[in-house]
C-alpha cells in the first residue's frame, strides 16, 4: 500500500525559504503513469494546489506561486520536495504531499498526514 | 487563478439526498472531464471520493456519485448518514499550465 510522509521544520521565519520533502514508500516514485504533487491548507480555509512533477522532471507549478516555488525530484530516495522562497504569514498552512495519475490529473491519491508549518519570528 | 464556485455550506437529514455545485468556466470544468471530488473530516487529510466527473474509487460508496452539466460539476450523496457529515472540495484540470484548480469547499452538515 502506498503511503506518502511530509517531513521538514514546523516554523520558518518571514522572508526566508520553506522546505519539504516527501517520502513515498511501498512503491516506486518512478513510474510513467502517476506524478508528485504539492498541496497546501491555510488554517480553517480551503485547499490551494501548488505544483506537480513527473519522476523526469516535467514540472507544473500554480501560475500565482510560480515565482517563488520550486519542486524536484529525487528517484534514488524515492523523495520529491518543495521549496517556497521570501515566505510570508500568508504562507502559513499545512501542506499535503500526494500522488497524482496522469490520465486525470485532478486525481489525487492518496495523500499524506500534512504537516503544518507557520510563518513567524 | 479562481478558486471554483462552492456553496459553503449544505445539509440534509439522515437518509435524505443532498446536492453540491461547483462552478467553474469553461477553461476548467467545462472544457475537461477531469473534477474530481474529495471528503475531509476535521484534522485529517482530504480523501478521494469522485475522479474524471462520475467514477469512483473502490471503497467508496455507490450513496456517492457525480456529474456535469457545462461549467458545473455536481456531487450528490444519497441515503445521508452521520458519517457524511465533512468538508466536500471539487478539483478540476484547466490545462498544462494550471494542472489544478480546487473549489472554496462546502461544509455538509447531517442534520
Known amino acids: 500500500q502506498l503511503q506518502l510522509q511530509e517531513s521538514g521544520p514546523g516554523l520558518v521565519k518571514p522572508s526566508e525559504t520553506l522546505s519539504l520533502t516527501c517520502t513515498v514508500s511501498?512503491?516506486?516514485?518512478?513510474?510513467?503513469?502517476?506524478?508528485w504533487g504539492w498541496i497546501r491548507q491555510p488554517p480553517g480555509k480551503g485547499l490551494e494546489w501548488i505544483g506537480t512533477i513527473s519522476y523526469s522532471g516535467s514540472i507544473y507549478y500554480n501560475p500565482s506561486l510560480k515565482s517563488r516555488v520550486t519542486i524536484s525530484v529525487d528517484t534514488s530516495k524515492n523523495q520529491f520536495s518543495l521549496k517556497v522562497n521570501s515566505v510570508t504569514a500568508a504562507d502559513t498552512a499545512v501542506y499535503y504531499c500526494t500522488r497524482v495519475w496522469h490520465s486525470d490529473p485532478s486525481w489525487l491519491d492518496p495523500w499524506g498526514q500534512g504537516i503544518l508549518v507557520t510563518v513567524s519570528s | 487563478q479562481s478558486a471554483l464556485t462552492q456553496p459553503p455550506s449544505a445539509s440534509g437529514s439522515p437518509g435524505q439526498s443532498v446536492t453540491i455545485s461547483c462552478t467553474g468556466t469553461?477553461?476548467?470544468?467545462?472544457?475537461?472531464?477531469?473534477v474530481s471530488w474529495y471528503q475531509q473530516h476535521p484534522g485529517k487529510a482530504p480523501k478521494l471520493m469522485i475522479y474524471?466527473?462520475?467514477k469512483r474509487p473502490s471503497g467508496v460508496p455507490d450513496r456517492f456519485s457525480g456529474s456535469k452539466s457545462g461549467n458545473t460539476a455536481s456531487l450528490t450523496v444519497s441515503g445521508l448518514q452521520t458519517e457524511d457529515e465533512a468538508y466536500y472540495y471539487c478539483n478540476s484540470y484547466a490545462g498544462t499550465n494550471n494542472f489544478g484548480v480546487f473549489g472554496g469547499g462546502t461544509k455538509l452538515t447531517v442534520l
Open positions: 469553461s477553461s476548467d470544468v467545462g472544457g475537461y472531464n477531469y
Open positions: 474524471e466527473v462520475s
Open positions: 511501498g512503491g516506486s516514485i518512478s513510474t510513467n503513469i502517476y506524478y
